[in-house]
Each structure stands twice: as C-alpha cells, then as structure tokens.
C-alpha cells in the first residue's frame, strides 16, 4: 500500500529534530490520556531505533488502563530526575504551564520541539510541529516516522493506534476522517491486536464507575415531550460508589443516546453549592449558547456550566430554559 | 491511494452475475440487521448504475435506525410482490431457509447469487460469492463493485460503511483487519459522514432500552474476589421498561467489562422456569466449555444456554461451577 499522506514543511523540521539530538527528555501534559502516552512512547520508540538514549517524565502516575503500553513502565516522576536537559520533546501539550513540575526539567535555552494538534497551541517551542489537521498526536507521530523513512514494530504500532482510538472515540468522532483510518490500517498491518487494546482502553470500568452509571441512571428523567432528557450526580454517589469526579465523565451521553431526545444534560454536584452542569444535543439545539447564557459555553452539540445553589434548584432553573429553547419552531425542524 | 484487496475468483463470478441479469430481485435474511441492509442497499445502488431494475423485498420491516439508509423506503412485503423472480441475489444470508416468506418469490431453476461471510454458508445458490475473510457482507460488495470498475457515490457508501461498523462492532472485534479499515477509509473519502451513522446505528438507544441497563444494573452482583459479576433480567423487568428480549442484547457486557472481571454472566428470564444465560469472559476462562456443560454451546470468550428453573436456582448451580472453573490455577494466570 503506497500511503498518501499529507506532509506539511513542519514535518521535515520534527524528523531533522529527531535526528539531531540525543539525550531527550520526552514530556506530555499532566494527567496523561491515551494521546498523550501513545504519542510519546510511540516517539520514544522510534528515537530508540534511532539510537537515542530518552527520558520520559510525567507529573502524575500513568493511569492503570495504559500501563500496557510498551515503555510505559520507563515514565518517572520530575523529582526522581536529576539535572535539566537541554534537548526536549513535548507531545500533545498546548501550552508550557500543562507540562507542569515536569516543565522545571527543561533547561534554559534548550531545544524545544512542540509536537501537538490542538487549536489553542501557542507555539511555545523553538520548533513547532502542530498540525490540526491531525485528529491525534499519534496521527502526527506515524507522520513523523514516515518522514524519517522508519518502519514501525508492533510495540511502536500499538502505543500509537491507542492514541488514534482514544482521540477518535474510537474511530466514531467527525475526526475520524480518511487518513486516520488509512493510518490505522498501516498500524494493523504490524501486528497491532485492535480487541487488546479497546477493551483495556475503551470498554473497562472499574467497579466505582459501574456503581455510578447505576445510580445516576437511577436519577434519568425526561420531559414530557421526550426531546430533554437529564441525570443527576450528587457528591453523596459519588463518595458511596467509592469514586472520584473523573469517573462520572461520558455519563450525560445516557440521557443524550436516547431515541428521540434532542438535549441530554447532566447535573453534577462539584462541591456543597457548585454545580457543574453538562449539555449535549444532537442535531438543532445549540447548546453552547444556553450554557453561555448561564456563565459557561462551549459548542453547539457539546458545552458545560458551573453555577451556584443547590442541584434541585440549579436543575429547576436550567430545565426550564432548555424547554424555552428546544421548544423554539426552529428547534423542533429536525436536521 | 491503491486498494490492494484480496480478490477470490468468486469476485468475477459475482461481477458477471451484476452484468449479465436484469430484472433482480434482491434479499436478505428476516430481521435484517445493519450489515444486510447495507449490502444489499449498497448493491442496490451498484445495480441502478449499471441501469438494472431492483426489487428489494423483507419479511420484516425496516428497523427505524436503519431507515436513514439511502433507498431504505424501497423495501416491500413479500405479500405487496407479484409473480416470482427468475435473477436473484441473496446477501449476508447463511442458507435459504433465512430467507424467510421472502424465498417463496424465487423462481423454480432462477440463476441464485448467494452473496456472504458467514462460515456456516451453506452454498445455497446457483453461483456463490462466499468470503470468509471478509468481516462484513458490506466489504464483500465494496469488493464487487472494484471488480466491477465502479466509482461509489456517497449514497452507496454510506450503506456500505455502515455494514462495517455494525459487523465489527464499531472496529472493535477482531475481525477488524487492514483490509476492513483500508475500505472505510476509502468510503470516507466518498464524502461518508461517520459520526452521524454512528450516532444512528450504534449509540441510539430506546426509552425502554435505557431503564432495562437501570434495571439490569439494579441487580449487579460480584463474588468475593472480583473475578466473576453477573446481572439478572426478569420478565417482570422487561414489561415494566416496556422492552422486549432484544433488548437485553449487549447487557451481559457491564459485568463483562468490570476491572478485574474475568467472567460476566446475565441471566435472563425467558419464560416461566426457563433461564438464558449468557457467559463472556476476558482471558483465560473457557466459557464455551462451561456452557456446553449445561446443554448450550459457543465460543471461549462468549457462550451460552438455557436452562429449566427459576432465575435463583440457576444462578446458584451456574455460580458454583464458574466459581471452581475461574478458581483453578489455570484460569488464574492471566494470558
């Protein structure tokens, strides 16, 4: 298969990077997803065969789910490093302050190159790779491994179609366009086992997060025209389930996924008095605007707010304006 | 891009079928899920271009999320369908008896083109297109139409994306090959909005399938060590949620996909005294062999039987012996 990739002039500068240098520190955003950790070890990777010594730093610990991950066991914590480096790799990090104490590792004056596909980069390095074009980091590393003429191994593969799947909702987001998928193919080619990694990435859930879809489910209310549909969180749940605030997200896609529901909402209890308000509609409410309305925003289909008082009464006030909206003529027109 | 796919003689055989018989009728199996439609929907589509009269005819009637499917509305009753047919093509169909009412419509001596994937096809037509490496019926007309030369329009490939997502469970399952991603990537290219198919055919679910995961979750249950959770469905659960058994499909999943879960088992109330109960494990346990044990069969990781009793007797027996099966030191080791 001959790949048609689209190479940007920024991809020339990561691989004459990745062949300059040695003694990399290799860093990513704290609380690491599966973009973040497939991305840089996938990199890591890669600089090995290269034949660079690398040193993979994180502020938090790798969470359990991604503990597969080839290398993943190299990742120290910034205090268990001695000394700065003057050659670093960032992946998947939009500004400098997300590399947290980690960010304390980067000597003065050292080679930074940034590698990311977020919107909001601000160029924080002294070369740039940021292609937002790419749906995933990973997408950006393969990028970068083609560029260097590298064939990948099966451990390379599988820490970056972790990152494609996890960015991609598992290949079900509107990112999930033509080269992703041509990409993951590539990656199958080299032995990746696509089940392994879904299920430890996508389909576990640890005991607490079961206890929580069962008890917010237990909350799942509708309105009488069956377009708003909603579920509520309080802080006593999430304590008794033995869970954290982590756990409860993906839970307003419950009330969302319902057939004929047009706005899903779920109203979290952050703290005695906060509550953190998340909106999802399908195809016509513009959400962002309503939670804009309340101190927040976000997009049309996906947006949050946080307000004060307690959930019956945030719910109350909250409910009351999505029924004004979505009951709107032009909310009802289907799209 | 250049699609390097695996074409099977059978290939040409299933072109010259398209080429050479006008007036064809095209079927599926009774209750038509997303990889029958698509395929027959998306050869549908292939045979309209080479200026060939289609008639598309059902036992069932369309499921409402599979409805958004270009040409969907074109399905018949075999009741609303007169005289028989002497060219036909059957799709995603293992043996004529699947065929339904519907099969009555074929002529005695019609040239048959048994279009499938299925291992246990039973080569039911006057020529067959049997893939066996195919993960969908949908990649096999995808196949068909690059034998045929035919540029796919985005009509066309919707309906054949969406045979892949359901048939490989969203690329999750195994059967999710390079061949499999190479072609949904190249349907993308025709313009395929992923994400609103998705959303139609994997994330939608109705009222009374939502309060059933309440209500299955409701009865969640672990052993002592973790190892094995199960769930339990009455009949009284499923007419309260106003469901149906169909709607239990995919919940033995939640127990399945706990951390630390090596078996997950629902038992579901089928009628009065009689108990299905379906098995899924993650690594190591022979489900299959457990369920062939109790007078019901399947896979190692996904299996089932149904049993005399009522749902707490069965539980107790069932329990017991995947409590010493998943206690022996074989199935402790992990894999």
């Known amino acids: 298969m001959s790949l048609n990739l689209n190479l940007i002039p920024e991809y020339k500068t990561a691989a004459d990077f990745f062949r ?6 290799l860093l990513v955003h704290e609380k690491p997803d599966g973009d973040a950790l497939g991305s840089v070890l996938g990199a890591a990777h890669l600089l090995q065969k290269l034949g660079k010594t690398v040193t993979l730093v994180n502020d938090d610990p790798i969470p359990d789910k991604f503990r597969f991950l080839p290398m993943a066991d190299r990742f120290k914590l910034p205090e268990e490093v001695e000394g700065k480096f003057d050659n670093v790799i960032a992946f998947d990090c939009g500004d ?3 590399l947290g104490r980690s960010g304390a590792l980067v000597a003065d004056g050292a080679n930074l190159l940034n590698v990311d596909h977020h919107v909001t980069n601000d160029r924080f390095g002294t070369e740039n790779l940021v292609d937002l074009d790419a749906a ?3 997408q ?3 990028k970068i491994a083609h560029q260097l003429g590298l064939e990948l191994d099966c451990d390379t593969a599988t820490c970056l179609y972790t990152g494609l799947l996890t960015d991609t909702g598992g290949f079900r987001y509107s990112n999930t366009t033509e080269e992703v998928l041509l990409i993951a193919a590539n990656l199958l080619k080299k032995g990746v086992a696509p089940y392994n990694i879904v299920d430890r990435v996508m389909e576990t859930m640890t005991w607490p997060q079961v206890l929580l879809i069962r008890a917010a489910l237990d909350t799942l209310g509708r309105d009488e025209s069956g377009r708003i549909a909603w579920i509520t969180i309080t802080r006593e749940m999430i304590e008794s389930a033995g ?3 982590e756990d409860v997200e993906g839970l307003v ?6 057939e004929g529901v047009e706005v899903g909402i779920s109203f979290r209890e952050a703290a005695p008095g906060k509550v953190k308000v998340s909106f999802r509609s399908k195809h016509v409410v513009d959400v962002g605007a309503i939670a804009l309305e309340f101190g927040g925003g976000g997009h049309a289909r996906a947006a949050g707010c946080t307000m004060d008082g307690d959930v019956d009464a945030v719910k109350e006030k909250v409910l009351a304006r999505v029924r004004e909206v979505t009951a709107q003529p032009e909310a009802g027109a289907g799209a």
């Open 96 to 98: 400098k302050r997300r």
């Open 253 to 258: 896609n419950y009330p969302r996924n319902v």
């Open 20 to 25: 300059a240098h040695d003694n990399l520190l």
């Open 136 to 138: 995933a980091t990973c």
């Open 140 to 142: 950006i590393v393969f």
């Open 243 to 245: 869970g954290c605030d």
